[in-house]
Nanobody, 122 residues
């Protein structure tokens, strides 16, 4: 059974850092990514990592967020620095066995985690 389990969300102040983790089990994935969804908004792309280590970021997080993966544990991380109130959202881990998917499209991913909430206060 394939599972993606996120952890690491929480309530922080603007300027603080958080690290989200997504532990995958059941299979390996060539592409893993993070999306976020704020209340009343559509789910949006945040970052992705494509095998072996190509990384991609939304313009809104470039320079502040870093995605990485530990292949030994099948875990992907999202290090979030200099957090802003506009980063407040539910963050979702996404994964797909293919490295050919359109990484910025939520519909391209076949597997999703349950989400973890990130709240940044001003």
């Amino acid at each position: 059974q394939v599972q993606l389990v996120e952890s690491g969300g929480g309530l922080v102040q603007a300027g603080d850092s958080l690290r989200l983790s997504c532990a995958a089990s059941g299979r390996t994935f060539s592409t893993m990514g993070w999306f976020r969804q704020a209340p009343g908004k559509e789910r949006e792309f945040v970052a992705a990592i494509r095998w072996p280590s190509s990384t991609y970021y939304a313009d809104s997080v470039k320079g502040r967020f870093t995605i990485s993966r530990d292949s030994a544990t099948n875990t992907v991380y999202l290090q979030m620095n200099s957090l802003k109130p506009e980063d407040t959202a539910d963050y979702y881990c996404a994964a797909d066995p293919s490295f050919l998917i359109t990484i910025v499209k939520a519909g391209a991913y076949n597997y999703w985690g349950q989400g973890t909430q990130v709240t940044v206060s001003s």
